[in-house]
């Protein structure tokens, strides 16, 4: 199983007892000792938390396969940040065009305000439409829907 081989090399690569894995993520050191034997395997959580503790990804740590482009969750995180600043230049133009009279009418809400109420939603979409076009979504093979 790919998971023990990976998880015993991150945790002897960084120097790391089974113990102070255990702690780190909080679960014991027979937990960690049984993941390495690969006897047993962590909960999906638990996966999730490992990957995050070691900053790799999902797919490496379980299945040892790189992503697509090695999009890194720093690459994603500016990715966000880039768009959110971009969302709020887009809504500041627009809010202007609606302020000179030019665009939306009194009885509608602005685009500029529909931008800001949701610009959540939007980065996340924006941030799905991204992993889709760079193999983030695909190298998931249909395993989680």
């Known amino acids: ?5 990976q998880l015993k090399k991150l ?8 113990e102070d894995i255990a702690q780190k993520i909080h679960v014991t050191r027979q937990a960690v000792s ?13 996966a999730v938390q490992l990957a995050a503790f070691f900053d790799v ?3 490496w740590l379980v299945l ?3 992503p697509a482009d090695n999009v890194t969750n720093q690459d994603i995180l500016n990715a966000v940040n880039e768009l959110r600043d971009d969302i709020d230049d887009l809504s500041d133009d627009i809010d202007d065009l609606d302020d000179s009279g030019v665009g939306f ?13 949701n610009w959540f939603l939007i980065i996340v979409m924006c941030v799905l439409v ?5 193999g983030g979504i695909s190298s998931w093979n249909g395993k989680f829907f």
């Not at 199983?1 to 081989?5: D, H, L, T």
């Not at 049984?34 to 638990?46: C, H, Q």
């Open 34 to 46: 049984r993941w390495e034997a690969g006897s047993s395997v962590p909960d999906l959580e638990t």
């Open 57 to 59: 990804s999902l797919d």
């Open 130 to 134: 991204y992993m889709g076009f760079h």
């Open 1 to 5: 199983m790919e998971f023990a081989k």
């Open 64 to 66: 040892d396969k790189q």
């Open 105 to 117: 009418s009194d009885n509608r809400k602005s685009f500029g305000s529909f931008l800001e109420d």
């Open 11 to 18: 945790r002897t690569d960084k120097g790391l007892s089974q």
